[in-house]
């Protein structure tokens, strides 16, 4: 007699993901993605760092939105902060204080939403700089870095809008600001005031505006740029660190499923740890030590959140009285000046991808990552704009250097301003000389090995002392980078020397003149045979 067994009843969980599958193949997304390889070098959690600061920044936003009322309507402040019990306020700022002191959990939640963007800007300008100096941006991945710019650029949006909510002394100081320099842009300046504000500074709604912007728009873009991203990373392949078995088309790492997926998982466990221990024990924006807004007093140490330093600092570093009177319109040059000083700025870094494309010729894909002291000129392009970078934020800290410190006002401005021409050229030179002189100094240890600080005396009688070869792992490294020259003037189809093409041809110059080649094979066989002998 035959027994035949029943099937066997599919659960709940597998029949839904059965149901789910034969709809939108879901299985072969999931396959496809779980296959995909990511290094492992610390540098990548950069990227992670400011995704899981996204997600932190969602969550605790969302418990916010419940309790904020982001209406300009005076009321009178009847919460538990007895100092400011009694004053007329509006109910913006009203219930961010109820959030702070009356809402269980209020204050850590509102802390927890500060630092954590502060943190998601921060990461996003680190994994930039990363990116930039190990030349990540290349072919292919151009596109992806102007991602990564717009979402920077966004994330600063984000997080001044959020910054602006409370209707506290700093916010409005900070909108006055913005008020001021929109203004200053002819003809069309005070149309876009009264766009953007809704009258007269400082307008009838400007917060529920703002708060709009916050939590629909631009974190619907930050979103949908985030997955761009992400989408890309996948298309094109993660780059990584050169080393022996990792080549253009292999690359050394962990699959996502299950082992890169567990350790994210961890990793973002611990970033939110870290984000809820900032927010318990430091203190961020006490807006009830402020009091609400007032465009009569600005008290003294106003400074903006520190992504926004830079544009302050361009602002108090102009030299004043900059101004002339055009066709009935009065140019203030002292606040135009820094806005396109800024905006070039910002382009160019926007650009830059398609600047060394264009002047290097390289039309090859590149996912193997170069180390910064084998790209002088870029690394010191990279430097100039971290030292431009840093003197403008400086700049927005003048008035806290100059108490802090017991110098003058004008000496900080003067030493600023200073060094926001020269310290650029200087941080360029002195960054290309060091990564010139480490070029140097890698191509002598291939070829001679490093100093073990044994010394062995000759037949003959000589003192040398013993070098010892590196193993193939540090050779690797050091050996595999591409020697580019520079660019030869040749004359188009038609048989001119266009002035594009004399451009080209000197910033490649300017890129490659100066340069040392890797070690080759026959000259390490060389170096190693007279070791030997």
Known sequence: MSITSAPQQKGFTARASNYI????????????????????????????????SFVIILLSGSFLTFFFQASMTPVEYEGSYVPLKGIT???????????????????LMRQVHHWAALLFVAAIGLHMLRVFFTGAFRKPRELN?????????????????????PDDLLSGNGLRIIDGMINAVPVVGTWITFLLFG?????????GRLYTLHILLLPALVLIFIVLHLMFVVIHKHTQYPGPGRTEQNVVGYPVLPVYAAKAGGFFFLVFGVVMLMAATVTINPIWNYGPY???????????????????????????????????????????????????????????????????GDKREHHLLD??????????????????????????????????FLVTMEGVILTLQILLILGPIIAFMVTKRVCLAL????????????????????????????????????RWQLVSFND??????????????????????????????????PVTQTEFKEALEHAQH
């Open 145 to 165: 870095w102007a991602i990564g710019f717009v979402l920077f650029v966004l994330a600063m949006a984000e997080g001044f809008t959020g910054y602006s909510l």
């Open 21 to 52: 599958d034969e709809r939108t193949s879901a299985s072969f997304a999931v396959k496809e993605f779980g296959r995909k390889i990511f290094p492992d070098h610390w540098s990548f959690l950069l990227g992670e760092v400011a995704l899981y």
């Open 199 to 207: 009258g007269e500074f400082p307008g009838a709604d400007i917060v």
């Open 89 to 107: 306020m509006s109910a913006a700022m009203a219930s961010t204080l109820d959030i702070s002191f009356d809402i269980r959990g209020g204050l």
């Open 484 to 517: 580019n020259a520079p660019i030869a003037l040749k004359p188009n189809p038609k048989g001119k020397i266009t002035a594009g093409a004399r451009v080209r041809v000197s910033l490649s110059r300017f890129f490659f003149e100066d340069r040392i080649a």
């Open 439 to 474: 070029q140097k100094k890698d191509r002598e240890m291939v070829l001679h090995g490093f100093e073990t600080g044994r010394i062995v005396r000759l037949p003959g009688g000589e003192f040398v002392e013993v070098h010892e070869q590196l193993d193939d792992y540090t």
């Open 294 to 360: 007032d465009p009569s007093p600005v008290s003294a140490g106003t400074q903006p959140d520190w992504y926004i330093g830079f544009a302050d600092g361009a602002l108090r570093l102009i030299p004043p009285h900059l101004e002339t009177v055009w066709f009935g319109y009065t140019w203030s040059w002292n606040i135009l000046i820094p806005i396109l000083l800024l905006l070039v700025f910002l382009a160019l870094a926007f650009a830059y991808p398609y600047i060394e494309a264009w002047v290097t």
């Open 371 to 404: 180390r910064p002291r084998n790209a002088p000129v870029r690394t010191g392009i990279g430097a100039a704009g971290v030292t431009f970078y840093a003197v403008l934020w400086a700049g927005a800290a003048s008035d806290i250097i100059a108490t802090h």
